[in-house]
């Protein structure tokens, strides 16, 4: 390390490894650099394997599950409270329903809305269908805009941006079933000789 006492090392993915990685560092860890502080992260790691019985044993393991949806009520309540604004309970269900449990998706669509309602410090119901759910359903409208135009380049960016964000894979494939869906049936009402505006309705 430069400048300091010790050097951070961050790897990603460990659970992606193959087994010769979690070999080597297993092999590390018995003599590990004693300036050197090793971060390991995973999405999830099977306990009974013998890599993770190993860095039970050599390590510090820490894990971070996912909150549930009254824990992620809590969570989110006490970052508008933190910040002097106050959110009624059905709107509060509504903002969970909406953003889902990614922590970052959520903490973006917490801090729009206290944006939105900086001068009432009160988040409504209607707030949350205005800022939250619209937002979400323009991100999704353009990954499927880009999807009907045959637009390779983009829609890989566009799903890459909303994966970032913290949108979950199954909702950006139910809401893609649901475009297509719409299509299949708007094209069979149109073949049936409805006219366009009763499809629309």
């Given at each position: 390390p430069m400048m300091s006492a010790r050097r951070l090392v961050l790897v990603t993915q460990v659970d992606k490894l193959p087994a010769a990685g979690h070999e080597a560092i297993v092999a590390y860890c018995g003599a590990p650099q004693q300036r050197t502080v090793l971060v390991l992260a995973a999405a999830e790691l099977d306990r009974r394997a013998p890599f993770y019985k190993c860095m039970a044993e050599q390590a510090c393991v820490v894990e971070f599950p996912k909150l549930k949806e009254a824990a992620l009520e809590r969570w989110a309540e006490s970052c508008f409270s933190r910040s002097g604004f106050h959110i009624a309970p059905p709107a509060l269900r509504k903002l969970i329903d909406f953003a889902g449990s990614n922590l970052l998706s959520l903490?973006?669509?917490?801090?729009?809305l206290a944006l939105h309602s900086v001068?009432?410090?009160?988040?409504?119901?209607?707030?949350?269908?205005?800022l939250v759910l619209a937002s979400r359903q323009h991100r999704i409208f353009e990954l499927t805009g880009a999807l009907?135009?045959?637009?390779?380049r983009l829609?890989?960016?566009?799903?890459?941006?909303l994966l970032e964000a913290g949108e979950e894979p199954l909702y950006i494939l139910s809401m893609l079933a649901r475009h297509y869906r719409q299509i299949i049936i708007s094209k069979e009402l149109l073949a049936a000789g409805r006219h366009v505006r009763d499809i629309a309705m």
């Open positions: 903490a973006n669509e917490i801090e729009k001068r009432s410090k009160e988040i409504k119901e209607a707030d949350v269908d205005a009907g135009r045959r637009d390779r829609t890989l960016r566009i799903l890459a941006n």
